[in-house]
């Protein structure tokens, strides 16, 4: 695989070409979509925004400019764009240990990341990371969003909460005995009224529900029965209904190499989650989506977004799918649920402060829950030993180690697990005294063909890299004796990396000492030019590499020819 700076062919957003046949029977679906969107977007952007560590209108804006830019550049035609829950535990641990401005810095170097990713069509390869990893990235994500909403939920008279999962336990554990129950009351009411909801309206989300039902129940409480002891948004946070403002920041090449691997940790997560997102829509829209131009409009939503005051953004799955279920077909969907949004800022904005902390609590225990893939989880518990390590491996270290090194050893899990299975697929055959050739790859002979006395052939099926040079070595242990030509038929190979060019090369030289002619044939273009480029022609001469097996096998003879002239 190539990569190429290909910023034409990589950047395509699907607006443009949707307004080409754009009507106004559309526009009506997109604006019913896109109202629907808003109102369930408006509760999960402020809980996001305060368990990231933000006041909530931070996360409302997020909601607003990411959103608008991923609808408006995106390459998915229904994706919506916010903040998820699986930015949570990265967002408050870096405002916990390098405040605003390292969030500010971190947030736009992983744009910078996605824009690189989509610039070189990766879009592809991000797809690619195995299933058992992204379920215990989400597994672990959903424990730790689900711990971080314990005081919340049960009204724990603590102060802070550490960073760390086991601590957070052990602190609860610790002052359990604080519990209130009016706030446990409620808390339980509200899960109740979001799980239940859909019994009496599936129009209106169950989280909205939640919030109009018991604030509403608080304000009386407070109000009438003198009961207070239930924290609401205005308790803690002064919200503000004004226009988010440009924040300031400085940038620190120190902070910046610091923070460079959560960064990264960004950037991989949020690729993952809004190529998930736009990949689960176009199975059920039809609609194909455009994953590099996707990754380049995340990256710009991510750099702009912060210096504005918002947190990290991606595609968010359960607010697409929002979109789609209510007919959304078009970005325009995307870009009517942020103004609505921001018009609920302007206008609203203030009536936020008296939604309990305890009902946003209950609302990410829901969300926590349907990100924990504990279906899959427990099934693929029934798979392969390997299946099972990488699952359980990266969901402990998720949830104790945290997300970045999760991630980085992820992947590296990822490389290792994928060179495995291409390895293993990748075969080769050996032939001594007959050639099959029933396969139509010879133009001469049309079954078999008997191989003149001295001559092994040698085919790979599969890339030839660095796993394959053992598989020589165990092939040629096969025969025994010592050949004088060796033709290695190389038509179903694909490509081939720079460890397979060296493996290649010391092989050839290997021979070259025994005496051994080596011959290439079914050479594809590309890898020709590979060879070209590390100077093959030159190590075997031009004409030892053939286009096919007919004209390597003429080779052979005639090198057989040679020699035996010369010991006459």
């Known amino acids: 695989m190539k990569l190429k700076l290909d910023i034409k062919n990589s950047f395509k957003p699907q607006l443009f070409s949707s307004l080409k046949t754009y009507n106004k029977e559309k526009f009506m679906k997109d604006l019913m979509a896109g109202l629907i969107v808003g109102i369930v977007a408006l509760p999960l952007a402020i809980a996001f925004g305060i368990a990231s560590g933000v006041s909530p209108e931070k996360g409302i804006y997020t909601s607003i400019i990411a959103g608008f830019i991923i609808s408006f550049l995106g390459g998915s035609s229904v994706q919506i764009g916010g903040p998820t829950g699986a930015f949570i535990v990265i967002v408050s641990n870096i405002l ?162 610091v923070l460079f691997p959560t960064a990264f940790t960004l950037a991989i997560l949020c690729a993952i989650e809004s190529l998930v997102s736009a990949s689960v829509a176009e199975g059920v829209t039809g609609d194909k989506s455009h994953s590099n131009t996707e990754l380049i409009a995340q990256g710009i939503a991510n750099i702009i977004t912060p210096i504005f005051g918002g947190i990290p953004a991606t595609g968010a799955l359960a607010r697409t799918m929002t979109n789609v279920s209510n007919g959304g077909r078009t970005p325009v969907a995307g870009i009517i649920h942020s103004i609505f949004l921001l018009l609920v800022v302007l206008f609203l904005g203030g009536l936020t402060k008296h939604i309990p902390m305890v009902c946003l609590a209950a609302i990410l225990v829901v969300v926590s ?74 133009a001469k002979y049309k079954d078999k063909v ?21 598989k020589f070595e165990e092939s040629m242990r096969v025969i025994s004796g010592k050949p004088k030509i060796r033709i290695i038929r190389m038509r179903k190979v694909p490509f081939m990396d720079s460890t397979g060019l060296h493996n290649l090369e010391s092989l050839c030289m290997k021979a070259k000492k025994e005496e051994i002619h080596i011959i290439l044939s079914g050479v594809n273009e590309e890898v020709r030019e590979s060879l070209e480029k590390a100077k093959f022609p030159a190590l075997i001469g031009v004409e030892n590499i053939c286009p096919n097996i007919d004209a390597a096998l003429e080779r052979a003879n005639v090198l057989l020819n040679e020699w035996q002239n010369t010991d006459n």
């Open 450 to 470: 008997e191989l003149p006395k001295g001559v092994e052939v040698y085919e790979i099926d599969g890339p030839f890299f660095f796993g394959i040079a053992n």
């Open 96 to 257: 916990a240990q390098y405040g605003t401005s390292g969030l500010i810095i971190t947030t736009i170097m992983a744009g910078i990341i996605l824009i690189l990713m989509g610039v070189l069509r990766l879009g592809i390869v991000i797809k690619f990371i195995p299933y058992p990893i992204l379920v215990g990235y989400m597994s672990g994500i959903a424990v730790i969003i689900f711990s971080t909403q314990v005081k919340d939920f049960f009204g724990l008279q603590i102060g802070t909460i550490p960073a760390d999962f086991l601590s957070q336990w052990k602190l609860y554990i610790a002052n359990f005995t604080t519990l209130d129950i009016t706030t446990t009351i409620v808390g339980i009411l509200s899960l109740l009224i979001i799980i239940f909801s859909h019994k009496i309206s599936k129009k209106i989300p169950g989280s909205l529900l939640a919030i109009v039902i018991v604030t509403i129940l608080v304000v009386i409480l407070r109000n009438s029965c003198d009961i207070t002891s239930v924290q609401t948004i205005g308790d803690k946070f002064d919200i503000s209904s004004n226009l988010p403002t440009v924040e300031k920041f400085s940038f620190n090449i120190e902070l910046i190499n």
């Open 369 to 442: 829950y349907n990100m924990s893939e504990w279906r899959s989880f427990v099934a693929l518990m029934r798979n392969s030993t390997a299946d099972i390590i990488v699952l359980v491996t990266t969901f402990l270290l998720t949830v104790i180690f945290g997300l970045t090194m999760a991630i980085q050893v992820g992947i590296v899990l990822a490389i290792f697990l994928f060179m495995k299975r291409v390895t293993e697929s990748t075969q080769v055959l050996v032939s001594k005294d007959v050639l099959n050739v029933s396969d139509k790859s010879s």
